[in-house]
Nanobody, 117 residues
Framework: QVQLVESGGGLVQAGGSLRLSCAAS????????MGWYRQAPGQQRELVAA???????VYKDSVNGRFTIVRDNAKNTVYLQMNSLKPEDTAVYYC???????????WGQGTQVTVSS
């Protein structure tokens, strides 16, 4: 079991930047795929970015080139650097961990990101 705690959300103007952090406890961080999901009001939760234990990454098309996911295995932490933020990026962002890109079975509590126009 991996416990995940997100931080770094907040309010930012369009064009600004935020960095989300997700600290993981447990002994299996290195073996897990780590991901960031988001959920806007009235919408389904969607994958924003994910990174494998080997460092391979995937991104949602609309954030590719603006967001960067990085993991620090020494600190059991995964980051999501978000640049050039847009109002449509407004959502609750969740950190997730799992054995594969198709199965995330551990979730954080979420952190709110609000981008004003």
């Amino acid at each position: 079991q991996v416990q995940l705690v997100e931080s770094g959300g907040g309010l930012v103007q369009a064009g600004g930047s935020l960095r989300l952090s997700c600290a993981a406890s447990g002994t299996f961080f290195r073996n897990n795929v780590m991901g960031w999901y988001r959920q806007a009001p009235g919408q389904q939760r969607e994958l924003v970015a994910a990174i494998t234990s080997g460092g391979s990454t995937v991104y949602k098309d609309s954030v590719n080139g603006r967001f960067t996911i990085v993991r620090d295995n020494a600190k059991n932490t995964v980051y999501l650097q978000m640049n050039s933020l847009k109002p449509e990026d407004t959502a609750v962002y969740y950190c997730a961990a799992g054995p594969t890109m198709r199965l995330f079975d551990n979730w954080g509590q979420g952190t709110q990101v609000t981008v004003s126009s």
